[in-house]
């Protein structure tokens, strides 16, 4: 991929360019030319670009790469693209080069005295396609890992999001039917798989929002002959684990999906106050997160990754979770809104569906209001003091990003592109931009890190910190300092849901 992350190429480098065969002769003298063969006369085979993805915002990286066939003038895989918009598997079948020396040495020639980059004149670094097959299609989204491949009868079986971006489910498409795509899991709930090698038997975990996990096993079996996935047929051999509903069912979160002004859709979770009143207006967290490659809200049953909603809620608290525009499964126009703008575009929606929710239950007691998140949504917590201070009374911001230009560039770049390309953009996005607007009030700001955290690191936090104490601004600060980016620690985690009760209880 290049560095702007919007172009990606498939190369098939062949195995004997991996292996040195012995030799007792002298070693070629600094700058003698090539001859293109090993030392025992075999000769090396050329690399070559089988396949080339382009996008205009950038190309997410998945693991859906599956071979079928590799004969001397063609090679044939499996591959998903998001080149409709959504993520869908396609047949490619892709034209190879001949294994010439001369061919070799002429290409090789073509490269190193090619002045572009790219090195447009040279056959072997352009894609031939000899066909493409698109296996799925639609406005929904082929998951981007795990594809299993049923050789003997050309089945595929994939996982994917065609029911409801909220819900994973097991699909199988037949190479010799494509685009008749069929649903071998049930609707409502959603499901993690695994197959055994020759695709007869799958393991099946599958839960939802009020049901817990259950494990199953199943065999696959196929009743018509002609390969069709209508006549795949999966028999249960048993349970591994069986879920059922909780001890307390209502304590389950609700799933809303309130549409924005604009008609767009999204998704919100919601935690009631376990000590539930009709016609009382409670304290409410927003807990966010808000960044790209994440997804919040959807049809499973969390359990352990939710115990910090369950005890704020137990506490008397509303706790809410949105997934706004930028957030993944839901194509590449929603993910890609907030390209070259992470930080301004966000809090719009969230703050949008707070404010639906809050008039659409009656509970929301809109002048308590806290916003709360870890990495991204630390940085999204930050900005939410700044951008809309009216509406949140504190901010509690974990391991936040302060600087677009202090990230991880791989990750950074990707979405906002290189900095001198978009200077305003990084600018607009960082918080040390708003020093100025950070309350005068004590006790709406906590900031909290982990001392060593290895992927935002401390000087993002150090820098933000001295530039509140240049503006002499209030803000509380809590240090982890044997901590790294997620809290490994029983004792740090049990301080630091201590800290954050109580800075709400005292505060909001």
Same mark, same amino acid.
Request: aromatic share 10%.
């Given at each position: 991929?290049?560095?702007?992350q919007q172009?990606?190429?498939v190369?098939?480098?062949?195995? /004997? ?7 007792? =002769?002298?070693?070629?003298p600094?700058g003698?030319e090539?001859d ?10 050329p ?7 382009t996008?205009?915002t950038?190309?997410?990286?998945? /693991?859906?790469?599956?071979?079928l /066939?590799?004969t001397p003038t063609?090679v044939s895989?499996?591959?998903a693209s ?6 869908h598997?396609y ?6 080069l001949?294994?010439?020396v001369n ?7 073509q490269i190193?005295?090619?002045p572009d980059d790219?090195?447009?004149n040279t056959?072997n670094?352009?894609?031939?396609i000899?066909n493409k097959?698109?296996?799925? #299609?639609g ?5 981007g890992?795990n594809l299993?491949?049923?050789s ?7 996982q994917g @999001?065609?029911e409801?971006p909220?819900?994973k489910?097991?699909y199988a498409v037949?190479?010799?039917?494509p685009g008749? %795509? ?8 959603? +499901?993690?798989v695994?197959?055994n090698q020759?695709?007869?038997?799958? %393991? ?13 096993v199943?065999?696959v079996?196929?009743?018509c002959t002609?390969? &069709?996935?209508n006549?795949? %047929?999966l028999?249960s051999l048993?349970f591994l684990l069986?879920?059922g ?5 209502? +304590?389950c979160? &609700?799933?809303y ?13 919601v935690f ?5 009143t009709l016609?009382?207006k +409670?304290p ?7 960044g790209?490659?994440v997804?919040?809200v959807?049809?499973?049953?969390? #359990? ?10 137990a506490? #008397?608290y509303c706790?809410?979770?949105?997934d ?5 499964h839901?194509?590449v126009?929603?993910?890609s809104?907030l390209?070259?703008r992470? =930080?301004?575009v ?5 703050v949008?569906?707070l404010?639906?929710?809050a008039?659409?239950l =009656? ?5 308590r209001?806290a916003?709360?998140g870890?990495?991204y949504? #630390?940085?999204?917590?930050l900005?939410g003091?700044v951008?809309?201070?009216d509406v949140?009374r504190?901010?509690?911001?974990g391991a936040?990003?302060?600087n ?5 560039t ?7 592109n290189?900095?001198?390309n978009?200077?305003q =953009? ?5 918080? @040390? &931009? ?5 309350p005068e009030?004590e006790?709406r700001l906590?900031?909290i890190h982990g @001392?060593? /955290?290895?992927?935002?690191h401390?000087?993002?936090? &150090?820098q933000?910190?001295?530039c ?5 601004k209030p ?8 901590e ?11 301080h630091?849901e201590t800290?954050?009760l109580?800075f709400?209880q005292?505060?909001l």
């Amino acid at each position: 991929m290049n560095r702007l992350q919007q172009r990606l190429e498939v190369v098939l480098i062949p195995i /004997d360019n991996f292996c040195e065969p012995y030799s007792s =002769g002298p070693s070629s003298p600094a700058g003698e030319e090539l001859d293109w063969k090993s030392p025992l006369g075999q000769t090396i085979s050329p690399m070559q670009v089988i396949y080339r993805e382009t996008s205009a915002t950038w190309v997410n990286v998945h /693991d859906l790469l599956h071979f079928l /066939d590799v004969t001397p003038t063609t090679v044939s895989f499996l591959w998903a693209s998001e080149e409709s918009g959504f993520r869908h598997l396609y047949l490619v079948t892709s034209s190879l080069l001949g294994n010439s020396v001369n061919g070799v040495r002429d290409e090789m020639s073509q490269i190193s005295s090619s002045p572009d980059d790219s090195h447009t004149n040279t056959a072997n670094l352009h894609p031939r396609i000899v066909n493409k097959v698109a296996l799925t #299609g639609g406005e929904w989204e082929v998951l981007g890992r795990n594809l299993w491949m049923d050789s003997a009868r050309q089945i595929i079986y994939f996982q994917g @999001l065609r029911e409801s971006p909220l819900e994973k489910h097991l699909y199988a498409v037949s190479l010799r039917s494509p685009g008749n %795509v069929s649903l071998l899991t049930k609707r409502g709930y959603s +499901y993690t798989v695994d197959f055994n090698q020759d695709c007869t038997i799958l %393991v099946q975990t599958y839960c939802n929002i009020q049901e817990l996990p259950t494990c199953e096993v199943k065999s696959v079996t196929q009743t018509c002959t002609n390969g &069709s996935v209508n006549g795949l %047929v999966l028999t249960s051999l048993g349970f591994l684990l069986e879920g059922g509903a909780p001890e307390n069912p209502h +304590y389950c979160p &609700s799933i809303y999906n309130p549409r924005l002004h604009n008609g767009e859709v999204l998704y919100a979770m919601v935690f009631k106050p376990h000590n539930f009143t009709l016609g009382v207006k +409670y304290p409410t967290i927003l807990n966010v997160y808000g960044g790209p490659e994440v997804q919040t809200v959807n049809n499973t049953f969390k #359990g352990m990754r939710q115990l910090r909603m369950h005890m704020l809620a137990a506490q #008397g608290y509303c706790v809410i979770c949105v997934d706004s525009r930028g957030s993944r499964h839901r194509g590449v126009k929603f993910e890609s809104y907030l390209r070259c703008r992470m =930080g301004t575009v966000e809090l719009a929606d969230q703050v949008e569906v707070l404010k639906i929710l809050a008039e659409q239950l =009656g509970y929301i007691d809109m002048n308590r209001v806290a916003i709360h998140g870890w990495s991204y949504g #630390g940085y999204l917590s930050l900005m939410g003091l700044v951008q809309y201070p009216d509406v949140f009374r504190v901010a509690i911001a974990g391991a936040p990003v302060t600087n677009w230009e202090y990230y991880d560039t791989g990750y950074t770049e990707r979405y906002m592109n290189l900095p001198e390309n978009n200077r305003q =953009g990084y600018t607009a996005g960082s918080v @040390l &931009s708003y020093i100025n607007k950070f309350p005068e009030e004590e006790n709406r700001l906590l900031i909290i890190h982990g @001392l060593i /955290d290895e992927n935002v690191h401390f000087f993002h936090t &150090s820098q933000l910190i001295n530039c509140l104490i240049k503006a002499n601004k209030p803000y509380q600060l809590q240090v982890y300092p044997n901590e790294r980016h997620s809290l490994r620690n029983l004792e740090a985690s049990k301080h630091y849901e201590t800290t954050l009760l109580s800075f709400l209880q005292n505060n909001l």
